[in-house]
């Protein structure tokens, strides 16, 4: 028997720097087994252009009343696992239903903490600094139709300094998302 080849789609809204480290760790194989098949955009963004560059099918979907049937239509029906990196919009409850457990997002704070609506990008680390956290850090976890709210998959934490700001903390959570992405991509589709 030949060796399964896991189909990814990654889901965007932004400079899609995770999708940029799954496109980079599939190129060194430190993700073997793993092909994205497709990218899909909620609006124009930097990581479409990551997509262009290295030549994966991609699409950007307009928000208007068609959007979630679009989007229903734009998986392809053998997608292993959806990835949702940097993505802003809300899945509804029968997307998540259909790919249950085959849906992971990952977010950068330390869930239960920090997450649900609103609580995206800068506002995380905002509220985060703002609170006097000692710590913080990234989280992937499965999707289900609440936000934020699915089982954990990994978590990694890290101190944050005396005087440090919300952005300095943003390119700090950064790096750990980049580190745990691939590892809970591994996990959740069994690569050794
Ligand atoms: C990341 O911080 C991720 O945790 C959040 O959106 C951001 C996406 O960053 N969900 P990028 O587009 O991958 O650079």
């Known amino acids: 028997m030949g060796i399964k080849i896991n189909k990814i789609a990654v889901l965007i809204s932004g400079g899609g720097t995770n999708l940029q480290r799954i496109i980079d760790a599939i190129a060194s194989k430190e993700l073997p087994q793993v092909e994205i098949i497709k990218v899909i955009a909620d609006r124009e963004c930097t990581g ?3 997509a262009e560059k290295h030549k994966i099918p991609h699409i950007l979907l307009e928000k208007n009343k068609e ?3 679009n989007l229903m239509n734009a998986i392809p029906q053998d997608t292993d696992l959806i990835v949702l990196a940097g993505f802003l919009s809300i899945l ?3 997307f998540c239903e259909k790919w249950h457990r085959k849906i992971i997002n990952i977010h950068p704070s330390l869930l239960p903490k920090y997450g649900g609506k609103g609580m995206w990008g800068a506002n995380v680390h905002k509220a985060v600094i703002t609170n006097h956290e000692k710590e913080s850090g990234a989280t992937v ?4 139709s609440g936000i934020d709210e699915g089982e954990i998959i990994l978590q990694k934490s890290i ?3 005396k005087g440090e700001n919300a952005d300095w903390l943003a390119v700090k959570v950064h790096q750990i998302e980049y580190e745990i992405l691939i590892k809970a991509i591994k996990k959740v589709l069994n690569i050794d």
């Open 67 to 69: 959007f979630y049937q």
């Open 48 to 50: 479409l252009e990551r």
């Open 92 to 94: 509804k409850t029968e």
């Open 159 to 161: 101190k944050i300094m």
């Open 141 to 144: 976890h499965y999707v289900t």
